[in-house]
């Protein structure tokens, strides 16, 4: 783990990268490495998010400059740009079911090359996908999915790169945190070794490559 | 008494004690209101929380702590929150009692469609469809009618939500289940005949000898 700025952090990832990032309509979302992804004029973005926020705010600030140029996610409702740049076709977003978006990830994350989910059997959601029989009962073979870069936002963070969250900013996080080649990391209070008792760390430290300072 | 009121007091008679439930947004979310008194239902946030509690009260809010729809919420005692592999280990794996969804149609044989309209709104199905194919028991909570039309149809035409059928809808005019895969009227709301219902679902109803009015 190597502590960074978040410039230097953002400075890292290039533009058409294959980005995951944390967060439920932007709770848990690094929102520093968004604004310093912004500032920088990152373009071309691939996103991997489960949803595009709201205008402003976590990754919704990406559609304002129009820096993403697909994404895949399960809900994008709430914010009018993603939708209008959707329905005019400058970017394309790929919806899935929640539960399937996060398995995803997970099998990313932890070596599998995918998962067999029972959700979107005999709706839209199975066109191009593998059914498969188990036991009698179909499910479709859902394939695995990584990134380049992992944006992650946590509780805390010690200087080993522990990880623990909070309430609901946990959600999709610490999965993530499994399922990209680079992970860099934000959180809202940097601490001591050993703050974090063992029992209580979510994100093991060795997942972390890099760990944003708090200014 | 308003159509989102009856609905919601409906609904909220099928919990049990110690159920866990997911409510969707819209008329689903109101059934909290509703909880009989002494019933200890667990009521889960699929961003990642079970428990959830009332809005708090101002300047009570945590931001780290919201709902699905990013609003905040308040964590009752007992209360445990998760990332959201567990959320939806929770809702695939059969571990969620019910689940109450808002609806575009259901049809007669009981399948939902509630997420887009092709060409027109296509928000994304969130969790919506893994409730559908996970929780054990699903429940439709939605008006009978939009703009005079029937949302209770004979086949779905908007895209279906899941391949599974619902066990049970509560509208502001009735409720209806679907025993052997066919659209049966258990109830009617208060004041309304079951020939008030007729002319207003589109899909082919079994009427049982006795249908009963709510009792709400």
């Known amino acids: 783990m190597k502590a960074v700025s978040a410039e230097e952090a953002v400075a890292m990832i290039p533009n058409g990268a294959r980005i995951m990032v944390g967060g439920f309509m932007g709770v848990g979302t690094p929102e520093r490495l968004l604004d310093e992804l912004v500032r920088q004029k990152k373009s071309n973005l691939a996103l991997i998010s489960n949803d595009a926020a709201t205008p402003g705010k976590g990754v919704g600030k990406l559609f304002e400059g129009e820096q993403v140029s697909s994404m895949i996610g399960t809900h994008i409702g709430l914010n009018p740009k993603a939708q209008q740049q959707m329905l005019g076709k400058q970017i394309t977003v790929d919806l899935i079911p929640q539960g399937t978006f996060v398995e995803r990830i997970r099998a990313g994350g932890c070596g599998l090359g995918g998962v067999l989910t029972p959700t979107g059997v005999g709706t839209l959601v199975e066109e191009g996908k593998q059914k498969i029989e188990v036991d009698g009962k179909p499910y479709l073979l859902e394939t695995a999915l990584r990134a380049d870069f992992a944006l992650v936002h946590a509780f805390l963070a010690d200087y080993a790169g522990n990880l623990s969250y909070a309430l609901t900013a946990r959600n999709f996080n610490p999965v993530m945190a499994m399922a990209a080649d680079t992970v860099i990391v934000t959180a809202e209070h940097i601490v001591p070794v050993g703050v974090i008792a063992p029992d209580h760390v979510v994100t093991p430290g060795p997942l972390v490559d890099y760990l944003v300072a708090n200014g | ?216």
């Not at chain 2, 919990?15 to 909880?35: D, E, F, H, K, Q």
């Not at chain 2, 060409?119 to 009978?144: E, F, N, T, Y």
């Open chain 2, 1 to 216: 008494m308003d159509a989102q009121t009856i609905i919601a007091r409906r609904v909220a008679k099928e919990l049990r004690s110690g159920n866990l439930v997911n409510l969707g947004i819209g008329i689903p979310t109101l059934v909290a209101n509703y909880v009989p008194a002494g019933l200890n239902v667990f009521f889960q946030s699929e961003n990642g929380l079970i428990g959830t509690g009332p809005i708090p009260e101002q300047g009570m809010a945590h931001p780290l702590l919201t709902d699905a729809g990013g609003k905040p919420i308040s964590a009752l005692p007992g209360a445990a929150t998760f990332d959201s592999a567990m959320s939806f280990g929770l809702i695939r794996g059969g571990h969620v009692d019910i689940t109450v969804l808002g609806g575009l149609q259901v049809d007669g044989g009981g399948h939902l469609s509630n997420w887009m309209i092709p060409g027109k709104m296509v928000p994304g199905m969130g969790g919506a469809m893994d409730l559908v194919s996970g929780a054990k028991r699903v429940i439709v909570a939605m008006q009978h009618a939009a703009k005079g039309k029937s949302k209770i149809v004979t086949k779905c035409n908007l895209p279906l939500t899941s391949a599974r059928p619902v066990d049970l809808v509560v509208t502001d005019m009735a409720v209806i289940a679907f025993p052997g895969g066919k659209a049966t009227l258990l109830e009617t709301a208060p004041g309304l005949t079951v020939a008030q219902v007729l002319a207003v679902t589109e899909a082919e109803l079994v009427i049982p000898d006795a249908v009963p009015e709510m009792a709400l």
